[in-house]
């Protein structure tokens, strides 16, 4: 029997370990931690937590009036947005504890780290290190948030990261968030609707740069509605110490000095991989700056050592890609050839609305020589679209020009993360816009806004009206 040991706990290191046992491994999965890595703990699922509730409260404040629903004095009980957050995240991670066992998976709590090529050690809680033997390795220790080295940040108590922004214990009045990115602006929208007065500040001259720029535009205004300001090209100096708590102290396009002050300040300015203290050398895989290089089959330069998810470089960092890679790795260790394809791979945003995106932009398609159509269709002419936030987002399709295949989805509006496996699959399939079209799709539904783009990229569209000759 093939002995299999994961390096992590995560969304890449729990699936890994769970298909190598399917596959009649026997695995052994290191955690230094807790089960579920980032994302069940301190990233996606508590993050998301926060946004339903904050949904909610908005939803109720905002929209509940004009559609009938009047609750007088809506406010927000943080200690228990907090205590929902923590339950569900609680559940989750449980839950993994009792596949790895409903699957013979042996754990051991510890750090470890290679002492060479494709042999590992673990350090346990009581100080107590020892080599772990394997057949092969499957590295999934994820990433860590990274701090940039701006002066007043390090030791500050009013400088949080997205950890520190989930276990809060008082909803704070004003929060400077740095960094436009999905992280920062995920939190900035949930915490601008419990009433959070929130400013994001952006060095680049704009936000978002993994979605399609038509989708950006919707998000940014609406935010914006929400009350948050934005500031881009205003790249943050230093922070100090203010009346309010905090003084972020900018430098904007023009070259002036702009102080933003705030109880909290957000850095959000991405994340690096979780690799220091691995024994990258000691194990020599090939790295650059702590992310480790990869194929496709998710293999390393040492013969039977794999790495999946936020450490390898070059890839999404996104759970889901992680629990993909995790399955690709598993497969080749037990000899069945498999090969990770990111053109399915979805990204999703879940500011307000949700926005989601796979496959190639316009952008991607020019710089590439590719030919292309675009559809658009609005979810203002979409009748459940309009019952769910008043239609408010849009869904955009590139088709290929010769072939029709569907070569990328990018949607924001109500269910877009939901709606976008749909893209992912015709990529997948290569399907082209007459089997979309051809595909029923309920009505009344959000879904239904999806063939209608397709159908504008046909030029045939419905629901809206022709455009002018």
């Known amino acids: 029997m093939k002995k299999i040991v994961v ?155 997205s950890t520190g922004a989930l276990s809060l214990s008082e909803l704070p009045k004003s929060m400077v968030v740095i960094g436009g990115g999905v992280i920062g602006l995920e939190l900035a929208c949930a915490y601008a609707a419990f009433g959070t007065k929130i400013t994001v500040v952006e060095a680049m001259d704009h936000m978002l740069p993994m979605l399609d720029g038509d989708l950006t535009k919707v998000g940014v205004a609406h935010m914006k509605k929400m009350g948050m300001e934005f500031h881009l090209e205003c790249p943050v100096q230093r922070v100090e110490n203010g009346p309010a708590g905090a003084r972020v102290v900018c430098r904007d396009k023009t070259g002036q000095t702009v102080v933003f002050e705030a109880e909290k300040v957000l850095v959000a300015v991405g994340r690096k991989a979780n690799t220091a203290g691995l024994g990258l050398e000691a194990g020599h895989l090939d790295a650059q700056r702590g992310h480790i290089k990869v194929n496709d089959k998710m293999e390393t330069c040492v013969p039977g050592v794999y790495a999946v998810g936020d450490c390898v470089l070059g890839y999404a960092q996104l759970a889901h890609t992680a629990s993909a890679m995790g399955e690709v790795a598993a497969q080749n260790c037990m000899g069945i050839e498999s090969h990770y394809d990111e053109s399915t791979n979805p990204t999703c945003v879940y500011i307000e609305p949700e926005a989601a995106s796979v496959g190639l932009t316009e952008e991607q398609c020019k710089a590439r020589g590719i030919a292309y159509d675009v559809g658009v269709f609005p979810m203002s002419a979409n009748g459940k679209a309009l019952i769910l936030n008043g239609g408010e987002g849009l869904v955009k399709v590139i088709v290929g020009k010769q072939y029709r295949e569907i070569l990328g989805l990018h949607i924001i509006g109500p269910r877009a993360t939901d709606l976008i496996a749909e893209g992912a699959l015709a990529i997948g399939m290569e399907a082209t816009s007459d089997e979309i079209i051809a595909t029923i799709h309920s009505h009344p539904t959000v879904t239904e806004a999806l063939r209608e783009a397709v159908l504008s990229a046909e030029g045939r569209s419905i629901h809206m009206p022709p455009a002018r000759r």
């Open 7 to 161: 390096v992590g706990g995560g969304p890449g290191g729990y699936v890994a370990a769970i298909r190598a046992a399917q596959l009649g491994a026997q695995v052994t999965v290191v955690e230094k931690q807790y089960l579920g890595g980032t994302c069940l703990n301190i990233g996606c699922i508590p993050t998301k937590c926060l946004l339903h509730s904050a949904e909610l409260l908005w939803d109720i404040q905002h929209q509940g009036p004009a559609i009938g629903i009047c609750a007088d004095n809506a406010r927000v009980d943080f200690s228990a947005v907090m205590a929902h957050k923590n339950e569900i995240s609680k559940k989750l991670t449980g839950g993994i504890g009792v596949l790895l066992k409903a699957n013979h998976i042996d754990r051991i709590d510890g750090t470890a780290s290679f002492s060479a090529p494709g042999r590992l050690q673990v350090k346990t809680a009581d100080g107590a290190v020892r080599p772990l033997s394997a057949d092969a390795v499957i590295v999934a220790v994820g990433s860590v948030n990274a701090q940039p080295p701006i002066p007043g940040l390090e030791g500050n108590p009013r400088c949080i990261d």
